[in-house]
């Protein structure tokens, strides 16, 4: 069964920079499609960024183009999330989720229901 567990959040404040990690196990990562979504209080799961199983295909939601960076490590088992210049709308549960590749890939790679494998999140806090 894989498992996926997030770490890497925590307090910073407005303008600060957090990399958020991603270590899958019971499986191997390469044969996986990972997203990273986050959920506000009383809001929905968002995607935030789309890495596919090769790296060379990235995507992000609008609102975190230019400061949000995704990558991955297949050898380590982990994916990464840079986040830079945080802003107080950032702040939620940052969740990893994964598909497998073997299956086709749809449009909207940014959408939760793309995803089966899920981690219990990290938080993310944006205050000063």
């Known amino acids: 069964q894989l498992q996926l567990v997030e770490s890497g959040g925590g307090l910073v404040q407005p303008g600060g920079s957090l990399r958020l990690s991603c270590v899958v196990s019971?499986?191997?990562?390469?044969?996986?499609?990972i997203g990273w979504f986050r959920q506000a209080p009383g809001k929905e799961r968002e995607g935030v960024a789309y890495?596919?199983?090769?790296?060379?295909?990235?995507d992000y939601a609008d609102s975190v183009e230019g400061r949000f960076s995704i990558s991955r490590d297949n050898a380590k088992n982990t994916v990464y999330l840079q986040i830079n210049n945080l802003n107080a709308e950032d702040a939620g549960v940052y969740y990893c989720?994964?598909?497998?590749?073997?299956?086709?890939?749809?449009?909207?790679?940014?959408?939760?229901?793309?995803?089966?494998?899920w981690g219990q999140g990290t938080q993310v806090t944006v205050s000063s």
């Open positions: 019971g499986s191997t990562l390469e044969y996986y499609r």
């Open positions: 890495i596919s199983r090769s790296g060379r295909t990235i």
């Open positions: 989720a994964a598909s497998p590749a073997s299956q086709p890939t749809p449009r909207d790679v940014l959408n939760p229901a793309r995803f089966g494998y």
